[in-house]
């Protein structure tokens, strides 16, 4: 890549933010500095400290997980599908998620270069942080501040390469800022050689960071046990599958010692009581992620902040882009608030045990009305609810606004759990009781806390690793996590054929889709969905005084089959193509690899 980032963030000069987080509302709220000389940004605690927040401002946004990030990159899966529908192709997001995505796709550049200024911000503190004479010869409190924001830059950098390489595989790599680089040109580097880098990074920078319960920060910003998740995290993927340079998924032989990186680290977090489960998943969104307050328990390990103020610099779309869309007229029809872009496959909404609660905080069948009651959407049609503009707080629902300030949530506390077990059950080819605890202590709490409905827990390894691969589907549905669990898995492309394969049995109504009702009936004019038949068995009777809505899956060729994953080609589709814009300023990138 040039690294035009001497233009935009040169080691001269830096734009730093500050946030201001209220007690009752948690937005980011930057704050410039200017652009001062590295001299003066690092000359004091309080600068730096302004200088590492401004690392943390290239996160959020519409080229970062404001909406591309989240929302665009992560589909489809068997889980959710992209928008559908026309125009297709259209060189933009309906192409990355129908995997159509051609190099000169308009969504490709502006993340890929946020994510290089956020690596070059991040350098840039890297680089000057330990070299402040209050580094080491500050006050016993200065010099605990400093390695905190040292810690935090590398963790920050960290996430900023895992974001790139797990898109773009092998990238070009620069650990130092680009003051002290004379190259312009970077060649690719080896995405195995990034993972391990980062994965020291983190080793040194956990240590640097406190424990949640030892500072006041919030989860906005990296606490130790956010970086020691995210080590865990990074320690899979590269012991994961990845598309290689000659078209083919390898991982290599020396996985199980990620394996153990990831399982190590993982048990150090559940052995504090930093963090823990909300007894309630729905809480964990509703009245922490969409009510703009932090999760009690510490189950949020780490969300990106999001500055609030209707700014597609530093705002979100969640909310918007996805989940529920309200009319705006009183009279329902076609006009409505919000996109509903991301589509809860039937398959999906189907694959969940009746009595798991997780379903119906995952999957949203419905639209708003405008005195907030709930209009029932189809089985084809329904939308993905983690993040609903009806749960907002305060209420946007009369907002023509496409910013709504949500957090997004990086990892949680249950993925710190179903990692152990899942890093466990690899190392001893089989889940030790440790492993079926982890996994049973989410399982668990998806069913509301009632162990006697979660089914029995697999104790071979085939069995048990087949159970993880559903349970992390059932938890994480859309967190963005889904499509790259499936590829670090190898699994990308059968989930999406066997998706496929499913989608027709529905249409067929055959088994296990056979006894599916036409039509679900339900009380209208309702705050919330109450619904009077089964999902389960064929439409009765309509019950006196209901309003219905049709649940055959019927039109699944034409809404769904007709778009989703249409263009997928196995041993391509797993990475995206770097933008045509970086290929052709960087004669050292040798072009585009996987077949673009």
Same mark, same amino acid.
């Given at each position: 890549?040039?690294?035009?980032?001497?233009?935009?963030?040169?080691?001269?000069?830096?734009?730093?933010?500050?946030?201001?987080?209220?007690?009752?509302?948690?937005?980011?709220?930057?704050?410039?500095?200017? %652009?001062?000389?590295?001299?003066?940004?690092?000359?004091?605690?309080?600068?730096?400290?302004?200088?590492?927040?401004?690392?943390?401002?290239?996160?959020?946004?519409?080229?970062?997980?404001?909406?591309?990030?989240?929302?665009?990159?992560?589909?489809?899966?068997?889980?959710?599908? &992209?928008?559908?529908?026309?125009?297709?192709?259209?060189?933009?997001?309906?192409? =990355?998620?129908?995997?159509?995505?051609?190099?000169?796709?308009?969504?490709?550049?502006?993340?890929?270069?946020?994510?290089?200024?956020?690596?070059? /911000?991040?350098?840039?503190?890297?680089?000057?942080i330990p070299k402040m004479d209050a580094y080491t010869n500050g006050s016993a409190s200065d010099?605990?501040?400093?390695? /905190?924001?040292?810690?935090?830059?590398?963790?920050?950098?960290?996430?900023?390469?895992?974001?790139?390489?797990?898109?773009?595989?092998?990238?070009?790599?620069?650990?130092?800022?680009? =003051?002290?680089?004379?190259? $312009?040109?970077?060649?690719?580097?080896?995405?195995?050689?990034?993972?391990?880098?980062?994965?020291?990074?983190?080793?040194?920078?956990?240590?640097?960071? $406190?424990?949640?319960?030892?500072?006041?920060?919030?989860?906005?910003?990296?606490?130790?046990?956010? =970086? /020691?998740?995210?080590?865990?995290?990074?320690?899979?993927?590269?012991?994961?599958?990845?598309?290689?340079?000659?078209?083919?998924?390898?991982?290599?032989?020396?996985?199980?010692?990620?394996?153990?990186?990831?399982?190590?680290?993982?048990?150090?977090?559940?052995?504090?009581?930093?963090?823990?489960?909300?007894?309630?998943?729905?809480?964990?969104?509703?009245?922490?992620?969409?009510?703009?307050?932090?999760?009690?328990?510490?189950?949020? !390990?780490?969300?990106?902040?999001?500055?609030?103020?209707?700014?597609?610099?530093?705002?979100?779309?969640?909310?918007?882009?996805? &989940?529920? /869309?309200?009319?705006?007229?009183?009279?329902?029809?076609?006009?409505?608030?919000?996109?509903?872009?991301?589509?809860?496959?039937?398959?999906?909404?189907?694959?969940?045990?009746?009595?798991?609660?997780?379903?119906?905080?995952?999957?949203? $069948?419905?639209?708003?009305?405008?005195?907030?009651?709930?209009?029932?959407?189809?089985?084809?049609?329904?939308?993905?609810?983690?993040?609903?503009?009806?749960?907002?707080?305060?209420?946007?629902?009369?907002?023509?606004?496409?910013?709504?300030?949500?957090?997004?949530?990086?990892?949680?506390?249950?993925?710190?759990?179903?990692?152990?077990?899942?890093?466990?059950?690899?190392?001893?080819?089989?889940?030790?009781?440790?492993?079926?605890?982890?996994?049973?202590?989410?399982?668990?709490?998806?069913?509301?806390?009632?162990?006697?409905?979660?089914?029995?827990?697999?104790?071979?390894?085939?069995?048990?690793?087949?159970?993880?691969?559903?349970?992390?589907?059932?938890?994480?549905?859309?967190?963005?996590?889904?499509?790259?669990? !499936?590829?670090?898995?190898?699994?990308?492309? %059968?989930?999406?054929?066997?998706?496929?394969?499913?989608?027709?049995?529905?249409?067929?109504?055959?088994? $296990?889709?056979?006894?599916?009702?036409?039509?679900?009936?339900?009380?209208?004019?309702?705050?919330?969905?109450?619904? !009077?038949?089964?999902?389960?068995?064929?439409?009765?009777?309509?019950?006196?005084? %209901?309003?219905?809505?049709?649940?055959?899956?019927?039109?699944?060729?034409?809404? !769904?089959?007709?778009?989703?994953?249409?263009?997928?080609?196995?041993?391509?589709?797993?990475?995206?193509?770097?933008?045509?814009?970086?290929?052709?300023?960087?004669?050292?990138?040798?072009?585009?690899?996987?077949?673009?």
């Amino acid at each position: 890549m040039k690294t035009n980032l001497k233009l935009i963030i040169s080691g001269l000069l830096i734009t730093a933010t500050i946030f201001t987080i209220s007690s009752c509302k948690k937005f980011l709220e930057v704050e410039p500095i200017s %652009s001062f000389g590295n001299d003066y940004v690092f000359s004091n605690v309080t600068n730096a400290q302004k200088a590492l927040l401004g690392v943390y401002s290239s996160l959020g946004g519409d080229q970062g997980y404001g909406i591309r990030l989240s929302m665009y990159y992560p589909y489809d899966n068997d889980e959710m599908m &992209g928008q559908g529908g026309t125009p297709y192709p259209d060189n933009e997001r309906r192409d =990355i998620a129908h995997y159509n995505v051609q190099p000169a796709n308009t969504q490709l550049a502006g993340p890929f270069n946020q994510l290089y200024v956020g690596i070059e /911000r991040a350098n840039i503190c890297i680089d000057n942080i330990p070299k402040m004479d209050a580094y080491t010869n500050g006050s016993a409190s200065d010099q605990k501040e400093l390695k /905190r924001l040292y810690g935090e830059a590398l963790a920050l950098r960290a996430q900023f390469y895992f974001e790139v390489i797990r898109n773009w595989g092998d990238v070009p790599a620069q650990f130092t800022s680009s =003051i002290n680089v004379s190259d $312009p040109y970077n060649a690719r580097t080896d995405r195995d050689t990034i993972y391990n880098r980062i994965i020291r990074d983190l080793a040194v920078a956990a240590p640097l960071v $406190p424990w949640r319960t030892e500072s006041s920060v919030t989860s906005d910003r990296m606490s130790q046990g956010a =970086i /020691r998740a995210l080590r865990a995290r990074y320690a899979l993927f590269r012991g994961g599958y990845s598309l290689r340079q000659d078209k083919t998924m390898k991982r290599n032989s020396d996985y199980k010692t990620f394996y153990q990186i990831a399982k190590d680290e993982c048990a150090i977090i559940m052995a504090r009581a930093d963090h823990k489960l909300n007894p309630s998943f729905q809480s964990v969104f509703k009245d922490g992620i969409n009510a703009h307050k932090f999760e009690a328990n510490g189950e949020v !390990l780490w969300e990106v902040g999001m500055t609030g103020g209707s700014s597609g610099v530093g705002d979100s779309k969640l909310g918007y882009y996805n &989940g529920p /869309r309200q009319f705006t007229v009183a009279t329902p029809g076609t006009t409505a608030a919000g996109n509903g872009a991301l589509t809860i496959l039937p398959t999906y909404f189907y694959a969940f045990d009746a009595n798991d609660r997780r379903r119906d905080v995952t999957c949203a $069948p419905y639209d708003i009305n405008l005195d907030m009651t709930l209009r029932p959407r189809s089985l084809v049609t329904m939308l993905d609810g983690k993040f609903r503009r009806d749960w907002q707080v305060p209420s946007v629902t009369t907002s023509a606004s496409q910013y709504f300030g949500v957090n997004w949530p990086v990892i949680r506390f249950s993925d710190v759990l179903l990692m152990f077990a899942e890093a466990d059950n690899e190392l001893n080819s089989g889940p030790t009781a440790a492993a079926k605890a982890a996994f049973e202590q989410v399982r668990t709490r998806g069913f509301g806390g009632n162990a006697a409905l979660i089914g029995t827990t697999p104790s071979d390894y085939v069995g048990f690793f087949n159970a993880i691969v559903k349970e992390r589907q059932f938890e994480f549905g859309g967190e963005g996590i889904r499509k790259y669990d !499936l590829i670090r898995w190898n699994l990308l492309s %059968s989930k999406i054929a066997e998706t496929k394969a499913n989608l027709t049995l529905m249409v067929a109504k055959a088994a $296990p889709y056979n006894n599916l009702p036409a039509t679900m009936y339900y009380t209208p004019n309702q705050p919330t969905v109450v619904w !009077l038949n089964s999902f389960y068995a064929p439409s009765p009777a309509a019950p006196a005084g %209901s309003a219905s809505v049709a649940w055959n899956a019927t039109t699944i060729n034409t809404t !769904l089959l007709a778009y989703y994953s249409i263009a997928f080609t196995p041993n391509k589709s797993e990475l995206l193509p770097l933008p045509q814009s970086v290929i052709d300023a960087n004669p050292k990138l040798g072009g585009q690899w996987y077949g673009y």
